[in-house]
């Protein structure tokens, strides 16, 4: 997502975001969607409806239907959904319904106080930067003006669930998932996940327990992030309930949040090699493994043990599921909480990750805690990872991103560099296995250093080096 600079709307990795009220206001909303109306008018013919979604946001729904009437003003048929909806069914449905597209307004797991607008197109995945190049080209002509009229029947409203909900459930082995039975936990963090996963739970024999399944536009003053120091409760619950597993999501859906019997959070990069497993052996499925240049090399080495391609992608959601739409993909995903899998569309999905969980447990009839152990020390770990959100002032930012541009170092902490990759800022691939990547935010003054070793005293060892070389070119 981005921001508004200087009074100009700019997108970024994911659409375009703000504060409510302060840039995000509704004259800005129908600028955008203005603009996103002129990219249309060139894709698509009129006589596909253009589908209109939102999250659980503070007036995300009067956002919505500020842009619905644009687009009917401007001769196009709108359908917009009847409640809240999550990411993924409305990325389902602009696919399924033969649609001109999406507009989806959430600002996924950030804080309350913003909302955002993002255009998923026909395909049913993240808008690739050619798209929104094109939408971003349209801005700056296009009006805020309240549309003078619209035929009323041009806007009218749909319920996404049933379909996708029957979809979803068909790619679960629901006889297996019925028969063991299982206790589940789930937090749906006020989020838009609320009636699409506790059904589905539902539906397969699973004693639920579900926490925060009501719309709460500050998010219990919290984040909708499905992040261990948000889930507290949730693990807890877990624990106390003697439950298999703890599931949730973050606001629009799209990232999945999972804790073990413990009580403990998996880490995104965990529920991905437990998943690419799970996908492999016990669902005879085949394709390519596709993840970000800043997630997990244990995911090289199962796809190394399992004769599966494997294929690295800038950061951002949007490269993974253009692999996903030229070649097979067992499973893609990304650090950040991420995935989608082989048959599904080609954008992020928590509900379905989090379902897949539990088809894993039901499976494999073990705690998830062993299934973990199992898979981590088959694809060669354990590693440690972490990433540094290093705050810069802009000349010290600019500074560091000219030095690395420049010049790969050839060693950190005394460990060599084996070699250098550019695809997204810069990576560090280092002679024990470990690796560094180095690359800006594109919001704000921040850079990020992605970290993964072998040991968690060679994780610090590397992450207090680049915190040191970082700050002396200040």
Known sequence: MATQTGGQIVFG??????????????????????????????????????????????????????????????????????????????????????????????????????????????????????????????????????????????????????????YILEKLDRDRIRAAGLTVVYDALYSTSRGYLDTC?????????????????????????????????????????????????????????VVDENGHMLTPNTVLLVLARHLFKNKHQQGAIVRTVATTHLLDNLALQYGLELIETAVGFKYVGQKMREIPVLIGGEESGGLSVLGHIPEKDGVLADLLMVELIATEGKPLSQIVTETIAEAGGPVYTRRLDLHLTQTHKEAVLAHYHATAPTSVAGIGVKQAGRKDGLKLYLEDGSWVLIRPSGTEPLVRVYLEAPTAEKLNTLATAMGTAIDELA
């Open 201 to 257: 739970l539902s539906q397969l024999n699973i004693q639920l327990t579900s926490l925060h399944t009501y719309r709460d536009v500050l998010f219990g003053g919290g984040m909708p992030e499905p992040k261990g120091e948000y889930l507290a409760e949730l693990m807890s619950e877990v624990v106390t309930r003697k439950a298999a597993i703890g599931l949730a999501t973050d606001g629009d859906s799209d990232r999945f949040g």
């Open 13 to 166: 990795t994911d659409g375009w975001r703000g504060i409510i009220a302060e840039d995000f206001t509704f004259a800005n909303v129908r600028r955008v969607t203005r603009a996103i109306a002129q990219y249309l008018q060139g894709a698509y013919a009129q006589d596909r409806p253009v589908l209109i979604a939102y999250d659980t946001r503070f007036a995300a729904d009067a956002f919505a239907q500020s842009a619905a009437e644009v687009l009917a003003s401007l001769g196009w048929q709108v359908l917009v959904v009847d409640r809240d909806c999550p990411t993924p069914v409305i990325a389902y449905h602009a696919q399924h319904r033969q649609s001109a597209g999406a507009l989806m307004f959430t600002a996924s797991h950030n804080p309350a106080p913003y909302c955002g607008i993002k255009y998923i197109p026909d395909y049913a995945g993240p808008a690739t930067p050619e798209i929104t190049d094109a939408i971003v080209a349209n801005i700056a002509g296009a009006s805020d003006e309240k549309p003078a009229s619209f035929p009323a029947e041009a806007i009218q409203r749909f319920d996404p669930k049933p379909e996708y909900l029957s």
